[in-house]
């Protein structure tokens, strides 16, 4: 059947009048859907309202799973029982894309109904690979249930045109109950000669400071603990509607509890839109329930490469921006980006790169290859040979590895705030206000948490710590209905297409995950994440974090929470205590021996008493 776009196949009105429904996003990792009732007429019912937007980032992938949970869908991880399976791409990277063929691939070969989602159909819909595929574009996710009903039922559907920007307060399941991502705006002004993002996500649009300020509220009374501001350029916000970044900050930090229960996360901004708000930001980095932390993509330390790139800015003014902050927010923590090979880098050029992470020794830096993006000017221009674009990545990175940026801090005590378990199965992951990430030996009771921890040794991507007892405070808040959709955190492991979204004009930058992304001890021959934040400088955290028993978590029955309702509680740290097994061997030997002598007993006696003839 010929691809339609799904108003031809609902037909005008579309299905009993016209549904729009909600909608997931995973990256590019498939997702399974099982449905779990009856669908018949739920599109009907669940149609949202006219100004309904959703956002254009990886909270996606949030939003989807939220609409699909909502319509009575199940979400596995188990891709071979499953009745369809979803597909969240990224297009900044070739990897990505090849990711997603792979996929595709194997979805086929596995027969099962798939749709695939984000950016890559977006920007690159006439691709063979998605031919005979239903697809659905990065503004139109809160009518996923749509695309996957008409997929289920046989039809090939493709949703692409861009409308308004979806509602904030969508059905959502979190992939970590405790964080949220809030997308600020989609698209960008940027127009970089090596990014596709803008073919898929389009100029700016920016969410008003009401609604954001309201969604602030919501997510802070249902109990979470850090809130990540996400956008393809946060520097950009407001300029498409009259107003800008400092004012939504200062709106977000007024609605913050007083009690720094509640952290929050700005998320990647390029360099030319906060030079005019360079000390209205620092000023809100100082504050107390604000992570002193901002990721700005430099991508080159030549002005000639930042030229060709078309990146609107020098590199004096972003020695400007990280100068300034550095010098007016007490501990500030700068991340950064670097593309190697960028067509026309000379070895100057790149020598130029190399002293500028040499002079800042950024603590997290996301190294990667230049890629040629299908449709952009800069797959037009000459390419470095690969050979050496390659070595120079091994060499930065080999310069990135030396330094040792949280040297010094061993002794002294941070106040952390802990939301997620590490790889290992042992130890919890918290940030200090510098966004440091700090791995202690805790319960789990402790996640949601903030407690003061004195660091016992540091590494190169982490540093370790003790939680100091007595210390930890956690805020008990009141459930709600829409925090049921949640589910205990489990990030992707596809590494190239998890790295979160993206900058509109970097390689991964991830303004709204980029501190999701954990390097691990094996990298890339294409791409190197140095660090991409939330574990980013992680030496034993790797991609996946896995749940932990550790006896001694807290495991409220609701009855128990709601009499906790806005107390204040002092968790103890208890140490697990197993049952001595030499006394479990010798309990059951004297079980066995008291049984085989009752037997006998009863032997003798039958033997005993049977009449001899």
Same mark, same amino acid.
């Given at each position: 059947?010929?691809?339609?776009?799904?108003?031809?196949? $609902?037909?005008?009105?579309?299905?009993?009048?016209?549904?729009?429904?909600?909608?997931? !996003?995973?990256?590019?990792?498939?997702?399974?859907?099982?449905?779990?009732?009856?669908?018949?007429?739920?599109?009907?019912?669940?149609?949202?309202?006219?100004?309904?937007?959703?956002?254009?980032?990886?909270?996606?992938?949030?939003?989807?799973?939220?609409?699909?949970?909502?319509?009575?869908?199940?979400?596995?991880?188990?891709?071979?029982?499953?009745?369809?399976?979803?597909?969240?791409?990224? #297009?900044?990277?070739?990897?990505?894309?090849?990711?997603?063929?792979?996929?595709?691939?194997?979805?086929?070969?596995?027969?099962?109904?798939?749709? @695939?989602?984000?950016?890559?159909?977006?920007?690159?819909?006439? *691709?063979?690979?998605?031919?005979?595929? %239903?697809?659905?574009?990065?503004?139109?996710?809160?009518?996923?249930?749509?695309?996957?009903?008409?997929?289920?039922?046989?039809?090939?559907?493709?949703?692409?045109?861009?409308?308004?920007?979806?509602?904030?307060?969508?059905?959502?399941?979190?992939?970590?109950?405790?964080?949220?991502?809030?997308?600020?705006?989609?698209?960008?002004?940027?127009?970089?000669?090596?990014?596709?993002?803008?073919?898929?996500?389009?100029?700016?649009?920016?969410?008003?400071?009401?609604?954001?300020?309201?969604?602030?509220?919501?997510?802070? %009374?249902?109990?979470?603990?850090?809130?990540? +501001?996400?956008?393809?350029?946060?520097?950009?916000?407001?300029?498409?509607?009259?107003?800008?970044?400092?004012?939504?900050?200062?709106?977000?930090?007024?609605?913050? &509890?007083?009690?720094?229960?509640?952290?929050?996360?700005?998320?990647?901004?390029?360099?030319?839109?906060? *030079?005019?708000?360079?000390?209205? /930001?620092?000023?809100?980095?100082?504050?107390?329930? @604000?992570?002193?932390?901002?990721?700005?993509?430099?991508?080159?330390?030549?002005?000639?490469?930042?030229?060709?790139?078309?990146?609107?800015?020098?590199?004096?003014?972003?020695?400007?921006?990280?100068?300034? +902050?550095?010098?007016?927010?007490?501990?500030?923590?700068?991340?950064?980006?670097?593309?190697?090979?960028?067509?026309?880098?000379?070895?100057?050029?790149?020598?130029?790169?190399?002293?500028?992470?040499?002079?800042?020794?950024?603590?997290?830096?996301?190294?990667?290859?230049?890629?040629?993006?299908?449709?952009?000017?800069?797959?037009?221009?000459?390419?470095?040979?690969?050979?050496? @674009?390659?070595?120079?990545?091994?060499? +930065?990175?080999?310069?990135?590895?030396?330094?040792?940026?949280?040297?010094?801090?061993?002794?002294?005590?941070?106040?952390?705030?802990?939301?997620?378990?590490?790889?290992?199965?042992?130890?919890?992951?918290?940030?200090?206000?510098?966004?440091?990430?700090?791995?202690? /030996?805790?319960?789990?009771?402790? $996640?949601?948490?903030?407690?003061?921890?004195?660091?016992?040794?540091?590494?190169?991507?982490?540093?370790?710590?003790?939680?100091?007892?007595?210390?930890?405070?956690?805020?008990?808040?009141?459930?709600?209905?829409?925090?049921?959709?949640?589910?205990?955190?489990?990030?992707?492991?596809?590494?190239?297409?998890?790295?979160?979204? #993206?900058?509109?004009?970097?390689?991964?930058?991830?303004?709204?995950?980029?501190?999701?992304?954990? &390097?691990?001890?094996?990298?890339?021959?294409?791409?190197? &994440?140095?660090?991409?934040?939330?574990?980013?400088?992680?030496?034993?955290?790797?991609?996946?974090?896995?749940?932990?028993?550790?006896?001694?978590?807290?495991?409220?029955?609701?009855?128990?929470?709601?009499?906790?309702?806005?107390?204040?509680?002092?968790?103890?740290?208890?140490?697990? !205590?197993?049952?001595?097994?030499?006394?479990?061997?010798?309990?059951?030997?004297?079980?066995?021996?008291? #049984?085989?002598? #009752?037997?006998?007993? *009863?032997?003798?006696?039958?033997?005993?008493?049977? &009449?001899?003839?």
């Amino acid at each position: 059947m010929e691809m339609e776009d799904i108003e031809d196949v $609902l037909g005008p009105a579309g299905i009993a009048g016209g549904g729009a429904a909600p909608g997931l !996003r995973l990256p590019l990792a498939a997702v399974a859907v099982k449905p779990k009732r009856p669908r018949s007429s739920r599109v009907a019912q669940t149609r949202p309202q006219p100004e309904a937007r959703i956002p254009g980032t990886q909270s996606d992938s949030e939003y989807m799973s939220g609409q699909l949970s909502a319509f009575g869908y199940a979400i596995t991880e188990e891709p071979e029982g499953a009745d369809l399976w979803l597909i969240n791409t990224c #297009t900044v990277k070739n990897p990505s894309q090849s990711a997603m063929t792979t996929l595709i691939s194997k979805c086929k070969s596995a027969n099962k109904p798939l749709v @695939v989602a984000g950016c890559v159909p977006q920007g690159s819909r006439d *691709l063979k690979e998605l031919e005979g595929i %239903s697809v659905i574009g990065v503004q139109q996710i809160d009518r996923v249930v749509e695309v996957v009903e008409e997929t289920l039922k046989g039809h090939e559907v493709r949703l692409l045109s861009r409308k308004t920007l979806p509602s904030l307060d969508l059905p959502k399941v979190r992939k970590n109950k405790f964080i949220e991502i809030l997308p600020i705006n989609v698209g960008c002004l940027g127009a970089c000669t090596y990014c596709k993002t803008k073919h898929a996500r389009g100029h700016l649009g920016s969410y008003t400071i009401e609604s954001l300020v309201d969604r602030v509220k919501i997510v802070v %009374s249902e109990g979470v603990r850090e809130i990540w +501001l996400s956008s393809e350029d946060t520097g950009a916000y407001g300029r498409d509607i009259g107003t800008n970044l400092p004012n939504l900050l200062n709106g977000i930090v007024a609605e913050l &509890p007083a009690d720094r229960s509640t952290m929050l996360r700005i998320g990647m901004t390029n360099p030319p839109f906060i *030079l005019e708000h360079l000390k209205e /930001i620092a000023s809100v980095l100082c504050h107390p329930c @604000v992570y002193s932390f901002l990721h700005v993509p430099v991508q080159s330390g030549s002005d000639a490469v930042l030229t060709a790139m078309n990146r609107e800015y020098t590199v004096s003014e972003f020695r400007r921006v990280v100068d300034t +902050l550095c010098e007016l927010v007490p501990g500030m923590q700068i991340a950064t980006d670097i593309i190697c090979g960028f067509p026309g880098e000379t070895d100057e050029d790149f020598s130029q790169t190399v002293n500028l992470v040499k002079q800042y020794q950024f603590p997290q830096v996301h190294i990667s290859q230049f890629y040629p993006r299908p449709g952009t000017p800069a797959a037009r221009m000459k390419k470095v040979p690969s050979v050496e @674009v390659k070595k120079r990545s091994r060499e +930065l990175t080999s310069v990135f590895e030396s330094f040792s940026p949280y040297q010094g801090m061993e002794g002294k005590v941070e106040r952390i705030w802990i939301t997620e378990i590490a790889t290992d199965g042992v130890h919890l992951v918290g940030h200090t206000k510098g966004y440091i990430q700090v791995l202690v /030996i805790a319960p789990d009771s402790m $996640l949601g948490t903030s407690a003061d921890v004195k660091i016992t040794s540091v590494g190169r991507w982490s540093v370790f710590g003790e939680v100091i007892e007595g210390s930890v405070v956690a805020k008990e808040t009141q459930k709600h209905n829409h925090s049921e959709l949640q589910e205990e955190y489990r990030p992707s492991q596809v590494e190239e297409a998890t790295c979160c979204g #993206t900058d509109s004009c970097g390689a991964c930058t991830c303004s709204d995950a980029a501190q999701q992304c954990n &390097p691990g001890p094996e990298r890339s021959e294409n791409s190197t &994440p140095q660090s991409c934040g939330d574990a980013t400088h992680q030496e034993a955290v790797q991609s996946k974090l896995v749940r932990r028993n550790v006896e001694g978590a807290v495991k409220s029955s609701e009855s128990d929470t709601a009499k906790q309702v806005g107390e204040i509680q002092r968790l103890n740290v208890a140490a697990r !205590r197993f049952p001595d097994v030499d006394t479990i061997l010798w309990g059951g030997l004297a079980v066995s021996f008291a #049984t085989t002598v #009752t037997l006998i007993a *009863l032997l003798a006696y039958k033997i005993s008493s049977t &009449p001899s003839y």
